[in-house]
Every structure is written in C-alpha cells, then in structure tokens.
C-alpha cells in the first residue's frame, strides 16, 4: 500500500514537473536524448535525495537538470559553447504540446524561438515555463537579476519581431 | 513592459511544454517505481523540511567523517586508477547506533581527470614527475528500515610524486 502510493507520488510529480523539465534540460543539450538523459538523472536524484531539502522544488530540479547537463557534456567530451549548442538543438521535434487549434501559431513561436539567442531563450525559458523568478534565475545562471530581467524584456521584443514578420511573410 | 509584450507573455504561458516520452517515463519508473519504499512527501508548492532538523543534524557529522575516512585512505601507487566500490565505507560506519540508523552501503572514487605536471626536483636532488589527478568520492548511506538514503560527494585532488629513474 505504501509502495503503490510512493509510486503514485512520483508519478504525480513527474506528470507535473517534467514537461517543464524537459524543456529547461533542452536549452543545455544537444538533444532530445540528451535532454531526457538530464531530466531521468536530474528526477531521480532528486526524488531520492533533495525532496526533503527546504526551497522551491522548481528550483532544486532545474539546478539539479543544469549540473546533469554540464556532467553529461564533459563526460562525453561535447563542453562547447552556448552558441554552438543552439546552433545545433534538435529542431526537429516539437518543443510544446501540440493543440489542433492554433497549431500553426504554436510552429511559429518555436521557430522564432530557435532563432533567439541562447542566453535569452534560457532565460525565456526559465522564466515561463520553469516559473522561476529573476532572482532565482540570475542565481542559476550566475547573473544579477537585472541582467536576467534585461534578458527576458529583450527575448520577449525579439520574439514578437519574429513573429510580426513570419505574419508579413506567412 | 508594454501591453503587447504583456499579451505575447500570457500567449507564451499558456502553451504547455511537451511531455517527456513514455520510454523515459519507464526508464524513472525502473528507477524509483519499483524500489521507492521511502516515506511520501505531500505535493505542495515550496515543500519545506519533510525531514527533522535533527535528521540533518545527526546526519552531517556522520557524513564528515566518512569523507575524512575517504580522503584519508590509502590509494594503491601502481598507475591504476583506484577502482570504484572500495570498502572504505566499513571505516566510517562509527555511530551507527545513533537515533538516524542510517549504514554506509556503498562508496566509490571516480578518476575524472590525470594530468602530468612535469618535471620537479625534490630536496635531494633526485627528478620526479608530478602527477594530478583529481577525484569525485561519493558514499552513500540507508536506512535499512525506512530505505531513506543519504550521498555525500566530494571532490578531491590528489598529487603524486614518482621519482624519475635514468638507466
């Protein structure tokens, strides 16, 4: 009984937090098996080891997908930089949940997504969906919270740019 | 922020990150499914301490002395690298019959980095080559009854002095 409600439990956990997870874990690799690689590392030791621990759990987990991400990048010899990183996210597999309606919109923004620069769309990312605050990211990153505000306010601009032309375009 | 920004925000909210596939939510139920017997946190947002301030207070000075015991051993000098699974942990198992019951189960070093850092002289004269090689040991301790689980890790360098011999 109290292995079947552990199980529920993490399960419950899981449903809810890694989507979110996942995509955090796919700003700092190089694709989606990679990125699930961090997030299977990231959960489990998480659940195992830091539930108990005080603080946010969003928090604890996106640091925990970000060293799993950096271990798995030197282990495998790939430390490059940001840049080449995004240049070679896989793109080919849809970052958001799909919806019938709206689904063209929903391609439009990944794409201008992938276009942003990767220290805004990190902290596009963190910020949205990771539901961190400026603070808490600028400690992820090691920036001051002003410079990850600045960040996101340039993502946000850049993105509705991006998306005002694939409108003119499209 | 401007109005239209603020709108492309909540447009962003609202879209929802794809799920992760079922291979890797089998691959996490492998893990934990079948062998998480620990006891259930309630999911809620900013989950605090489930576990007592005396858990971690018991548990720190145990875990100090484990890392002490792991840097205080002996590493074989035959060029291997030490291999994981040492039995250093038997050595830090003092306190076991403290109120946390938690037993060293398990420790390990893993070698992630060895460089040679050249020649140096030592006070007699005689050359010898530095060598640096740089270590994450990691023990673990459980509690058998409750199956809780405590992993210290710590990195640790260690520099090794090999005289040069010249025939």
Known sequence: ?170 | MDEDLKLLEAELTRLQPAAPSRALFARVERQLGAAERAPVVPLRAGAGAARPAWFWALSAPLAAAAALAVMFTRVPTDGRAPSARAEMARAASAGDDSATALKPVAAENVLYAASDEGFVTLDDGTPARRERLRYVDTITWRNPRTNASLTWSVPRDEVRIVPVLFQ
């Open chain 1, 1 to 170: 009984m109290e292995e079947s409600t552990a199980h529920e439990s993490w399960t419950t956990w899981f449903q809810l937090y890694g989507p979110k997870l996942l995509l955090c874990a796919r700003q700092w690799t190089r694709s989606l098996a990679d990125a699930e690689d961090v997030v299977q590392e990231a959960f489990v030791r998480y659940w195992r080891n830091q539930r108990g621990l005080p603080g946010e759990p969003m928090a604890l987990l996106v640091t925990s997908v970000r060293r799993a991400a950096f271990d798995l990048a030197r282990r495998e010899g790939r430390r490059t930089t940001r840049e080449e990183r995004a240049s070679e996210l896989d793109d080919r597999v849809a970052v958001f949940h799909a919806s019938l309606d709206g689904d063209e919109r929903r391609a439009a923004i990944e794409q201008a997504m992938q276009r942003l620069p990767a220290e805004q769309r990190e902290v596009l990312v963190l910020k949205i969906w990771g539901e961190l605050t400026f603070d808490q990211i600028g400690t992820e990153l090691e920036i001051s919270p002003n410079t990850a505000a600045s960040r996101y306010r340039y993502a946000l601009a850049a993105l509705r740019q991006e998306l005002k032309e694939a409108d003119c375009h499209g």
